[in-house]
């Protein structure tokens, strides 16, 4: 059972009026929370609401400018990680910090502080390991674990230190539906032992399978708490977004007819050490359709994206074959001119370069782009464009003609894609459309390629959101190491089978293995 | 306690034009003290290096004939150092360049060759030290080798080609044993602008391309493609842009450039070849770049700021027997305090006396 919210006593955690300021940006305000012994604790809020500046203050990464930190009711200072996890906080990030070539006993052993010899490290592993239900193999190295096994460490080694206070920020980004359901009965299981969790997600049903309290944070300061058991999904986006969030309208396709996009037993050897290799992949988008592929990071959609766009090179001509042309040897400018486009991953650095202004960034497609002439750039045309971009998308810029990196990930990926979409596309390629970006610009991006693809052009979007595809795409496969599933209508996946894909077994056996 | 950068919110473009000055001001008030410590007078050495030559007319075209090597090189420099390459080897460029157009003069010396000896010269020049560029180049595309190291090793080797050839097959007969080669003909010889002036039409050439550059940088696809392979590489490559053929492009350029500036030294200036025709010209350039923000109008300015440093610097020797070794500590001065000030217009120090930190 879950620990009594109302008892008497002190919270564990209190904090009273925290604020950050950064320059000009206030990214926390005046924020008050408090975590009672063995409750799960939600801190809700879309990206850029403070929620990961407040949680690295708690851990004593950065300092406030103002306000109070309280543990079992007296003032404490928390000047370092390490004084954070003396005192008992344990704290499993969004990005993993683990050393790549060491085994899964190493990484545990390596980060605690006090004696400890691999022998004792690998019997306590083994006995966290059983009673949580959190299978680790101790001699594996990391690199060839999944990314839900990598969370497991982090949480073991969390673990092993016996913390009263566990956080998580956005511990499910990286997990299939199945990982995730049983890291809940983990969290469950914690909680009852009075474990308290701050549980940071942007995702209601997970929030609401998991919690009672939320505090809801919006532009730096607290805007509610409350039980998300008791309100809806949309009243909860409501407050989080602070207007009601609408839903993409997607009519029914129209009968998608001309194969923009032809993939054909594509294979491409791994980039980097770690990298992943494609193989036989075979793919077609049509005119009109949005085609997603969905699977959990790192299983080659940066590779499949790479080959796609034309910045790897594979195979024949004939492996990649845009608007009836082979383009498999063809690189990313060629493909343009044939009226493809493509949005990476990486806004920052790879779509856009972060110190140059939104004009010169259009340049980056320039060979599709009416933004030079025989070699000569048109300034004025580039502002132009920039201009229109920032309209037509909702682009919110500080400034006439901002740097890029002085736009939030949001606006900056409005941009990022408005650069590609007002070109009308015939193809566009689009790798993690809404990664990091908050709950309004997402649904205008979402929106803004599913009428492009009612407009008769082909959309592929690749993305770790299943939410995400189902709304969007008409036809999905999953990509797994490296291979892709078969492509089907999205009505005859369910929610179930696109996790066995990505967990690889939907083959083998049919079955959930122990993972 | 630690110090820690942050980044101003906002940079103003008050500050950054003044960042220059501020920074000059702050360079002459250090090196005053240096010359005090010394037991100097800065008041004394302030006019023997800045204000006489730029109050004699003879030291003011000798100032704009020693700006010309330093700006044409490190005009080139600024197409590397902007796409993030960092070709350290223009002294040797510069040398090559200038070995390979003295050939033809050599050649034709004594002939009578006519009027199309210069302009070949000065094609040899710049194609001489493109080569000597592209080895660097074709090193770090094709084996992934530091393009700083072999940049910078090969002057060395240019340094001692030139030094066989002077003393050996280019060698004058009759120059009584002296490492050096003929006197070129009035046919190779690079001519000054002004009848019984000093400054020669290489000073012209500079000023090309520093216009040529201010438009290439500033306005086409290809100085575009500097920009964005040097600021952010993956978007270069997202671009369509190799960084192959960027990386061979750019070290031609600045080594031609720099080849142009050895061959208009040797023919307009030095008027043969010698063991040195270079004061540190390819070395120094690099801190003219810099000094010029890589900015074109700035690496003309720069240039002739340094140059100046160099004139003031032998006159200071004579006069005041200071050591020529502080003109060299000047212009290293004036480099940290222009970065330091840029540094400064951008962020701001902040210290920090608590643990914490990531």
């Known amino acids: 059972m879950k620990a009594d919210v109302s008892s008497s006593g002190p919270p564990l955690v209190e904090l009273k009026g925290i604020s950050k300021r950064y320059g000009d940006l206030l990214a926390n305000d005046g924020i008050d929370l408090s975590i009672e012994p063995g409750e799960i604790h939600a801190l809700l809020g879309e990206n850029g609401a403070g929620k990961s500046t407040l949680v690295k203050i708690l851990y004593g990464v950065i300092e406030p400018s103002a306000g109070e930190i309280r543990w079992e009711g007296r003032p404490v200072s928390i000047g370092s990680p390490v004084e954070a996890r003396n005192l008992g906080l344990g704290m499993v990030f969004q990005h993993f910090s683990l050393f790549d070539e060491l085994t899964v006993a190493e990484n545990i052993a390596v980060a605690l502080s006090g004696d400890w010899d691999l022998a004792t490290v690998r019997g306590k592993l083994g006995e966290i390991s059983r009673t949580y239900g959190l299978a680790l193999d101790a001699d594996r190295a990391v690199w060839t674990l999944s990314a839900g096994e990598r969370q497991r460490i982090e949480i073991v080694r969390c673990l092993l230190q016996n913390p009263r206070l566990l956080i998580l920020d956005e511990p499910t980004s990286v997990l299939t539906p199945q990982e995730a359901e049983h890291l809940f009965t983990t969290l469950d299981r914690l909680s009852a032992e009075g474990c308290s969790i701050l549980y940071i997600s942007h995702k209601l049903e997970e929030v609401r399978r998991l919690c009672r309290r939320a505090t809801i944070l919006r532009a730096g300061r607290v805007v509610a708490t409350i039980d998300p058991r008791a309100s809806s999904a949309r009243e909860i986006a409501a407050l989080m977004v602070g207007s009601e969030v609408g839903e993409i309208r997607t009519d029914a396709p129209h009968h998608p007819e001309g194969e923009m996009l032809k993939v054909a037993s594509l294979n491409l050897p791994p980039a980097g050490m770690h990298g992943q290799s494609l193989r036989d992949i075979d793919l077609t988008a049509r005119a009109g359709e949005v085609v997603g592929i969905a699977g959990i990071a790192g299983n080659g959609q940066t590779e499949l994206f790479a080959a796609l766009s034309g910045e790897r090179l594979a195979g024949g001509p004939d492996a990649v074959v845009i608007a009836g042309r082979p383009v498999g040897t063809t690189g990313i400018d060629g493909r343009r001119r044939l009226g493809a486009a493509f949005v990476p991953e990486e806004r920052l650095g790879h779509a856009a370069a972060p110190t140059h202004r939104l004009s010169e960034n259009t340049l980056i497609s320039h060979a599709a782009a009416e933004v030079s002439r025989s070699g000569f750039i048109l300034v004025n045309a580039a502002r132009r464009l920039a201009r229109t971009i920032v309209q037509s998308f909702d682009v919110r810029t500080p400034e006439g003609d901002p740097q890029a990196r002085k736009l939030s990930g949001g606006n900056l990926q409005k941009f990022v894609i408005g650069r590609e979409i007002i070109r009308k596309p015939k193809l566009i390629v689009v790798d993690q459309p809404t990664w990091g970006v908050d709950a309004g610009a997402a649904r205008l991006i979402r929106q803004a390629l599913v009428d492009l693809a009612r407009q008769g052009s082909a959309v592929v979007v690749v993305s770790q959101d299943l939410d995400e595809l189902f709304e969007v795409a008409d036809r999905m496969a999953v990509i797994h190491q490296g291979t892709l599933s078969p492509l089907k209508p999205i009505g005859e996946w369910t929610k179930e089978a696109v996790g066995l894909e990505m967990l690889g077994v939907a083959q083998a056996s049919g079955g959930v293995h122990a993972v | ?358």
């Open chain 2, 1 to 358: 306690m630690r110090f820690e950068l942050t980044p101003r919110p906002n940079v103003s473009p008050v500050m950054r034009a003044l960042a220059p000055v501020a920074a000059f001001i702050t360079a002459f008030l250090i090196a005053g003290l240096v010359i005090w410590l010394m037991g100097r007078s800065p008041a004394a050495a302030f006019d023997v290096y800045v204000l006489q030559p730029l109050s004699d007319p003879w030291s003011l075209q000798e100032l704009v004939v020693k700006a010309t090597p330093l700006a044409l090189i490190a005009i080139g420099l600024s197409y590397c150092f902007r796409a993030n390459l960092w070709n350290i080897g223009a002294e040797g460029q510069y040398v090559i360049g200038a070995v390979l157009g003295s050939w033809l003069a050599l050649k034709t010396h004594g002939t009578e060759a006519g009027l199309w000896v210069l302009p070949l010269m000065l094609l040899l020049g710049i194609i001489g030290g493109a080569l000597w560029g592209l080895i660097p180049a074709f090193l770090k595309t094709r084996f992934g080798v530091n393009e700083i190291l072999t940049s910078l090793m090969l002057v060395y080797v240019a340094q001692l080609v030139l030094d066989y050839l002077v003393r050996g097959p280019w060698r004058d007969p009759k120059g009584f044993n002296f490492p050096q080669s003929v006197t070129f003909d009035p046919s190779a010889t690079l001519h000054p602008i002004f009848e019984g002036g000093r400054v020669h039409f290489g000073a012209l050439f500079a000023l090309i391309a520093v216009l040529a550059t201010a438009v290439i940088l500033g306005r086409t696809l290809f100085g575009y493609r500097l920009k964005l392979t040097g600021d952010a590489p993956r978007a270069a490559r997202f671009a369509g842009f190799s960084s192959k053929s960027t990386t061979m492009a750019v070290f031609a350029i600045s080594g031609g450039l720099a080849g142009l500036a050895g061959i208009t030294e040797v023919s307009g200036q030095i008027g043969q070849l010698q063991p040195s025709i270079s004061p540190g010209y390819g070395f120094t350039a690099i801190t003219v770049a810099f000094l010029g923000r890589l900015n074109p109008i700035g690496i003309l300015i720069a240039a002739l700021v340094v140059a100046l440093t160099f004139i003031g610097g032998e006159s200071a020797q004579i006069l005041l027997k200071l050591p020529l070794d502080l003109t060299q500590a000047f212009q290293g001065i004036l480099l940290l305090c222009v970065l330091a000030g840029d540094a400064l217009v951008s962020y701001r120090i902040r210290f920090v006396t608590r643990g914490g930190g990531k």
